[in-house]
């Protein structure tokens, strides 16, 4: 996966897609916790295939979260490899981070007092 730029346009490339009709796609980045779903999350717009759209230039630094989800007939979720959260660095690159590690970034920054 990579960030690039398409005009005025950022984009997320080559993320990780399941194409079955009981799965689901999404890719959103991180910011903040919530109580109800765990993080607080902007979603990336759908692009073509298996691309992800951001509505503002992205900053280094930043946490995006890409999952690839397989509903089996049971109901039972199946992630597809790839699938995690990932901090963007400057050149575009993504790193993977442990959920475990984002989760105390963001008690950290949500604990400081101004």
Known sequence: MKTIKLNDTYVLTDAPRCSH???????????????????????????FDNQYIFPEKPKAGDIIEVKAIYYTGSGRPEIREGSGFYKLEPDGSLTPVKESEVKKLFSHVENETF
């Open 21 to 47: 009709r009981r799965s689901k796609n999404y890719a959103a980045i991180i910011t903040g916790l919530d109580p109800k779903f765990g993080f607080k999350r902007t979603f990336l717009a759908k692009g």
